[in-house]
């Protein structure tokens, strides 16, 4: 597309033309990876310093091990984020469902700007005003105490914003005859949605649930408003840590998630390349079977 | 409209369950939000007064709250207070690292979206994937490159660009250091996805009509590109302003931005009116600028995450 350069350009000039592209993007890459490439090399490190790599030590991995608080924190997030995931794509799937097929309710306008509100809003806010709410649900009910059960409300009030736009694509472009269809031939409303809907939007279903999981494991701020005493979520400590100074424990623990995430997106990416070729042989097949019948009438 | 006719109560149930559940959790804490900015600071074991007076019948709208943040003291010069300054500043890091991300993430996008198509997928994987591992342990981990003996001074030394440790951590360096890369793919997606679509039959044609690459590049695809750079700028801008982790991490006392202040009123001062008032006042800095990107863009769809 760019018209070549005449040949008696200077070559400083002519190798920047032809190579800018590369070079702007493997410094932007380096960039994004430093970070990561970092904290994996320094996890490795025989001692707590990390400018200078002084020898090879699994030592982090060990104190990672032992480290209770990390622990512990990583079993609560694990639990919250499940929680969180599963109530924001059930609430996001409700949410989605009434914006897209319901054009006329009254409060729409209302209901369409909460779902959405969460989106733009700072979390130190959502943080705040939840915050607020179960102060004052506590002080009149006696219940419930800060905890995991506020920090999954809180995330959910954020993973389902997340998730309502997932799924509200998928069903804005789902083809609503077959709907029509089912109810045609007398399927009930409930029927035809867990029937005919579901199963095609269970796809976008799924990614609102790994995003507001995601979302939810690698929240720190509204965490930090909602939690109580002795109850800290992974990113909590990490937080407590990180602002104390260095500690390569928290090197290791990064390098063991960036090792897992890699092989869950490759192991992901690897599963629907496989998907789509099988599709275009199944497709290819039944082309030609479709022919060799043709031909033999 | 026949499957909603068919199925009223149905119908009813299914808006009334997210309906319940955000004014529940959203509107309802949103509500008592602005209610405690305008009332009256308690005590230790209340941290607010009721606004309504029960033995004068009276109520007690408390403004100061709200003059406070603009005003030092009775009679004190207007806009001169710690709570302007921090939220100046927010405003200036958003606005600062929103350019940074441009500036970056524009011949980014613009060379992934130009790479053949058979890379793009692979690219775009690989901007994704820092994103899926910790924010946190990310930025964490530029507390360790950017440290007065981090490995980045390091290689400056040697290298001889400089002879004593530069003081990069808790500066304006590691902050903007930090927002960019934090925010940089919220950039890049949206151009991406702008950029990709362009066609390059428009740049031929101008190239055709002796046009310089670069002033094809600045005449055709900037303004093509128009659109997926103001939502670009938003994404990065908007988040940035209550940006809460990473001032904690990167930034020192100087940096302090207005995430920060609220949490500090709220939970170091226990002034809850203040903190509340300081919200509000930030959730009116989002609003201006989402309200004149969709003037801008003239569609009232919901924005795009």
């Known amino acids: ?297 | 409209m026949a499957i909603q006719n068919m199925t009223m109560p149905g119908k009813r149930f299914v808006i009334s369950v997210p309906f319940v559940w955000l004014i529940l959790f959203f509107l309802l804490p949103f509500l008592i939000l602005l209610y405690i900015s305008f009332v009256d600071m308690g005590n230790d074991i209340s941290p607010f007064k009721p606004i309504w007076d029960s033995s004068t019948g009276l109520l007690h709208l408390k403004y100061e709250n709200y003059w406070s943040i603009f005003r030092a003291g009775e009679g004190g010069a207007l806009f001169q207070t710690l709570y302007i300054e921090a939220y100046v500043r927010s405003l200036w890091y958003a606005l600062c690292t929103a350019v940074l991300c441009l500036v970056i993430g524009y011949p980014f996008s613009y060379f992934i979206a130009r790479s053949a198509p058979s890379v793009r997928p692979a690219l775009l994987m690989m901007v994704m994937l820092p994103f899926w591992t910790s924010f946190l342990l990310r930025v964490y981990a530029w507390k360790g490159i950017l440290a007065d003996q981090g490995v980045l001074n390091q290689v400056f030394m040697a290298l001889g660009l400089t002879n004593e440790p530069l003081q990069m951590l808790y500066t304006d360096v590691s902050m903007l250091v930090g927002m960019t890369y934090v925010y940089l793919p919220f950039m890049v997606l949206p151009l991406y996805a702008n950029l990709v679509k362009l066609d390059p039959r428009l740049l031929e044609a101008a190239y055709d009509l002796g046009a310089s690459p670069f002033k094809a590049f600045w005449l055709v695809t900037v303004p093509l590109s128009k659109a997926g750079i103001i939502a670009g700028f938003m994404l990065v801008f908007i988040p940035s302003v209550g940006e809460f982790v990473i001032p904690s991490l990167l930034g020192g006392p100087e940096n302090i931005m207005i995430g920060r202040v609220v949490w500090d009123e709220m939970f170091t001062s226990n002034n809850w009116p203040r903190a509340t008032a300081l919200a509000v006042v930030m959730i009116g800095l989002i609003v201006v600028p989402l309200a004149i990107y969709y003037h801008y863009t003239g569609d009232a769809a919901e924005p795009k995450a």
């Open chain 1, 1 to 297: 597309m760019r018209p070549n350069p005449k040949p008696e350009a200077d070559t400083m000039k002519n190798f920047l033309n032809r190579h800018i592209g590369k070079l702007w993007l493997g410094l932007t890459f380096l960039f994004l990876y430093l970070p990561l490439f970092f904290m994996i090399v320094f996890s490795f490190n025989s001692t707590r310093q990390d400018a200078v790599f002084t020898g090879f030590s699994l030592r982090w991995y060990e104190a990672l091990t032992r480290d209770t608080k990390i622990v512990d924190g990583f079993w609560l997030s694990l639990q919250v984020a499940t929680a969180a995931g599963v109530a924001s794509a059930v609430l996001a799937t409700f949410a989605a469902f009434v914006l897209v097929r319901y054009r006329r309710f009254p409060g729409r306008t209302l209901f369409s700007g909460m779902v959405n509100a969460p989106l733009v809003m700072p979390e130190v806010v959502i943080g705040l005003s939840l915050l607020l709410l179960m102060v004052g649900v506590q002080n009149a009910f006696g219940w419930p105490q800060r905890g995991m059960l506020t920090i999954v409300l809180g995330h959910t009030l954020l993973g389902m914003a997340y998730g309502m736009v997932v799924i509200q694509s998928r069903l804005l472009e789902m083809d609503r005859a077959i709907e029509e269809a089912a109810m045609d031939l007398g399927a009930k409303p409930f029927q035809v949605f867990f029937l005919i809907t579901m199963p095609n939007i269970l796809q976008a279903i799924f990614a609102a649930y790994l995003l507001a999981f995601t979302l939810s494991f690698d929240d720190v701020v509204i965490a930090e408003f909602l939690s109580g005493p002795g109850v800290n979520t992974l990113p909590q400590v990490i937080f407590g840590y990180a602002r104390r100074g260095i500690n390569p424990t928290i090197y290791a623990a990064a390098t063991l998630l960036i090792v897992s995430v890699t092989l869950v997106v490759i192991g992901y990416s690897v599963w629907v390349a496989r998907q789509t070729r099988r599709r275009e042989r199944e497709i290819a097949a039944a082309t030609r079977a479709e022919q060799a019948a043709l031909q033999a009438q």
